[in-house]
Nanobody
Framework: AIHLRESGGGSVQSGGTLRLSCVAE????????LGWFRQGPGKRREGVAA???????NYAGSVQGRFTVSQDKAKSTMFLQMTSLKSEDTAIYYC???????????????????????WGQGTSVTVSS
């Protein structure tokens, strides 16, 4: 089974930068989309960024231009570089895998953030103003 583990969370001031990592075990980067999600205090979980096996990405509008998702296939690791952080970015951040190529391609072209599984345990990000 796929196993994902996030790290890199922490506390920063508004305008600061963090880089999250998601290490994948028993996983083939050749077949699946990987995604970053977050759940802020009192909010529903939302998709933040996704990347397909070819490195094509999709972002939520709220993070477009500030966050960058990337992957290092040799290290089985996905990253989320977060810049210009705002207090509203405060959340638990999770990575997950989308084991469906059609859904993956739909997501990359603006489709729904559905079908993800193998959720990691999450890493906490706190942005203070």
């Amino acid at each position: 089974a796929i196993h994902l583990r996030e790290s890199g969370g922490g506390s920063v001031q508004s305008g600061g930068t963090l880089r999250l990592s998601c290490v994948a075990e028993n996983y083939s980067f050749r077949h699946y989309c990987l995604g970053w999600f977050r759940q802020g205090p009192g909010k529903r979980r939302e998709g933040v960024a996704a990347i397909d096996p070819d490195g094509i990405t999709n972002y939520a509008g709220s993070v477009q231009g500030r966050f960058t998702v990337s992957q290092d296939k040799a290290k089985s690791t996905m990253f989320l570089q977060m810049t210009s952080l705002k207090s509203e970015d405060t959340a638990i951040y999770y990575c997950a895998a989308l084991p469906s190529y059609p859904q993956c391609q739909a997501l990359i072209t603006g489709g729904p953030w559905d079908g993800f599984g193998a959720w990691g345990q999450g890493t906490s990000v706190t942005v203070s103003s």
